[in-house]
């Protein structure tokens, strides 16, 4: 159901080029009654998933890093960041785009996975859902060295830690990635690993 107390008077395509940005213009009643005009730029890249894989006899985790230019461009010296493998939906399902994701990015084939949470991450300017799962992982379901695809020009580089290792990483300022810190956190509460 719609909020009646919002509507949008008028959206213009500001950018087509790699995903959609929009001007949106729109009335927001407020709770006096008095109606506020508002416009704001929204950001549609369409919705993504992300997995933290643990192996529980092995205590380990499997992380990727590679290169994110917003990243750079903020602050970042390196703009390598640590994550969790992640990746668009683009026509599947939450779970059907993280096992296909696991296995371009890390190189692990695997047969299930378990969500643990939906989550918008930037709210202000980004329509996104992030469909959060965890997955087990162990030597057999290794298929492949991963890395990405080279059509999307990915360059990942899969990396294999303890998980207090990986924990501690948050600690340090190496993992500061919040689906990563997320995941990381929930494996913990949980004593995934």
């Given at each position: 159901m719609k909020n009646p107390e919002?509507?949008?008077t008028e959206t213009k395509l500001l950018s087509d080029n790699w995903y959609i940005l929009n001007k949106v213009t729109?009335?927001?009643q407020k709770k006096d009654g008095k109606v506020e005009s508002h416009i704001r730029e929204?950001?549609?890249r369409g919705n993504g998933a992300a997995i933290l894989l643990y192996n529980t006899s092995k205590q380990t985790v499997i992380l990727t890093r590679q290169f994110r230019l917003p990243t750079y461009l903020n602050g970042n010296k390196t703009g390598m960041m640590i994550e969790v493998c992640a990746g668009l939906l683009d026509q599947d399902n939450a779970e059907e785009a993280v096992i296909r994701e696991?296995?371009?990015?890390?190189?692990y084939r695997l047969q299930?996975?378990?969500k643990v949470i939906e989550t918008y991450m930037s709210p202000g300017s980004v329509?996104?859902?992030l469909y959060l799962f965890v997955g087990e992982y162990d030597e057999t379901m290794k298929v492949n060295d991963g890395g990405g695809l080279d059509a999307e020009?990915?360059?990942i580089e899969v990396l294999e830690y303890t998980f207090e290792e990986a924990y501690n990483m948050i600690e340090s300022g190496e993992i500061t990635d919040a689906?990563?810190?997320?995941?990381?956190?929930?494996?913990?509460?949980k004593g995934l690993v």
């Open positions: 919002i509507k949008v729109f009335d927001y929204v950001y549609d696991t296995e371009e990015e890390t190189g299930k996975v378990q329509t996104e859902i020009q990915e360059n689906k990563t810190i997320l995941l990381l956190q929930h494996a913990k509460i």
